[in-house]
Nanobody
Framework: QVQLVESGGGLVQAGGSLRLSCAAS????????MGWYRQAPGKQRELVAS???????DYTDSVKDRFTISRDNAKSSVYLQMNSLKPEDTAVYYC??????????????WGQGTQVTVSS
């Protein structure tokens, strides 16, 4: 089993910053793509940012130039630095990790979610 533990959410004023962290642990053979999703009330879960095993990144348009995703493979961790936060960034943020548990089997894992609230 693989567990993802998130931290760093909270309440911040518009224009402020937060840093989310997610650490993976358990029976991990090799980490693949890691990412952050978010889900606002009444909306579908959406991909915010992802980073592959080579360090290549992808962002949804609404967060480009404001959010930065990074990873530390030695710590099996992924981070999301969020700057210039806007009220529309308010959502529950979920860490996602695709990990090989052996040479062949790639599984998808989710964190429990952390609330980010941006006040205007």
């Amino acid at each position: 089993q693989v567990q993802l533990v998130e931290s760093g959410g909270g309440l911040v004023q518009a224009g402020g910053s937060l840093r989310l962290s997610c650490a993976a642990s358990g029976s991990i053979f090799r980490l693949d793509t890691m990412g952050w999703y978010r889900q606002a009330p009444g909306k579908q879960r959406e991909l915010v940012a992802s980073i592959n095993s080579s360090g290549g990144t992808d962002y949804t348009d609404s967060v480009k130039d404001r959010f930065t995703i990074s990873r530390d493979n030695a710590k099996s961790s992924v981070y999301l630095q969020m700057n210039s936060l806007k009220p529309e960034d308010t959502a529950v943020y979920y860490c996602n990790c695709k990990a090989y548990i052996n040479d062949f089997l790639l599984n998808d894992y989710w964190g429990q979610g952390t609330q980010v609230t941006v006040s205007s």
